[in-house]
């Protein structure tokens, strides 16, 4: 473990661990004067607000394990593993990646501006808790695992209550179930300007449809910005093994406002939030019926 001390007053000292265990243990020593740290682009952006510095910064970015991307089988299935610590730039460098999971790599380029891809992780995206990528996992059924101090446990994400302040998130597995092509998932922001400011709504799904136009496999989710992302199960029972009509479209609509709980912010109302991911999301499985 290497320590950088502060070389300007009132600047942070580094820690740089090389292993899971090590950086876990140092945060407990270190205890809320601490604070672990990845590619930083987040905490970046709260220091400029004015948030002070903590006195203790731990880089997570010699530890190797938490790196990469692979092919494996985890708890009986394929899939891919992802490290937490890979940035959203080099996602795009795994051709398997790409190839099983467009969804993530449509997601993955709408997520800021390339600067900010090059250092931003997709582990930091996620232990944030308002990630834009968070939406797109969900509709995956992505898996996280995480270091509690004496072992890895993973949980499924949409389902998982992990905070960053106890648990230091390793890996992301994203089970390759199904072919998802083009014409079955999606993923859009609503935001300022598209991709380089947070998002006002960012909604993603999967919509498999069979020849009858019934939906054989869905996955909903939505969030961004202020609004922390959700899985919608309800509206995933409404379409589950239906027949896409305009009634059912409709009514959709009414089941998205009412389950997608959206927060009002400086800029927008929960109302607007609402109706933006209602009309997005049902846009999209309109679409997808041709």
């Known amino acids: 473990m290497i320590r950088q001390g502060a070389t300007m007053l009132n600047s942070p000292a580094v820690w740089f661990p090389d292993n899971v265990a090590s950086a876990w243990q140092l945060k407990q020593q270190l205890g809320s004067e601490a604070c672990m740290i ?43 593993r992802i490290g937490a610590l890979t940035t959203l730039a080099a996602c795009k460098e795994y051709p398997s990646l790409i ?3 467009p969804l993530l790599e449509e997601a993955v380029k709408n997520v800021a501006a390339p600067a900010i891809r090059n250092r931003a992780t997709i582990g930091g995206n996620i232990a944030g808790g308002f990630g834009d990528l968070i939406p797109a996992l969900f509709a995956l059924d992505a898996s996280i695992s995480f270091y509690n101090g004496s072992d890895v446990q993973s949980e499924t994400l949409s389902r998982c209550r992990y905070s960053s302040n106890d648990l230091i998130l390793t890996t992301i597995f994203v089970p390759d179930r199904l072919e998802l092509d083009r014409k079955s998932f999606f993923y859009k922001k609503h935001g300022f300007r598209e991709a380089f400011t947070p998002s006002i709504v960012t909604i993603s799904g999967c919509c498999q449809l069979n020849e009858q136009k019934e939906a054989v496999y869905v996955r909903l989710a939505a969030g961004g910005g202020t609004t922390q992302p959700q899985r919608l ?58």
């Open 38 to 80: 990845a590619g930083g682009t987040l905490l970046q952006t709260h220091w400029q607000k004015g948030v002070e510095y903590p006195r203790h910064l731990i880089s997570l970015e010699q530890i190797k394990e938490m790196q990469g991307c692979e092919n494996v089988i985890f708890n009986g299935e394929a899939g891919i």
């Open 99 to 101: 190839k099983k999971i």
């Open 233 to 290: 199960y309800e509206c995933e029972e409404l379409l589950q093994g239906s027949t896409l009509t305009n009634e059912l479209l409709t009514n959709l609509f009414q089941a998205i406002k009412a389950e997608f709980h959206a927060a009002t912010d400086a800029f927008t109302t929960e109302d607007y939030k609402k109706t933006v991911a209602a009309n997005m999301i049902v846009s999209k499985i309109a679409s997808l019926a041709g």
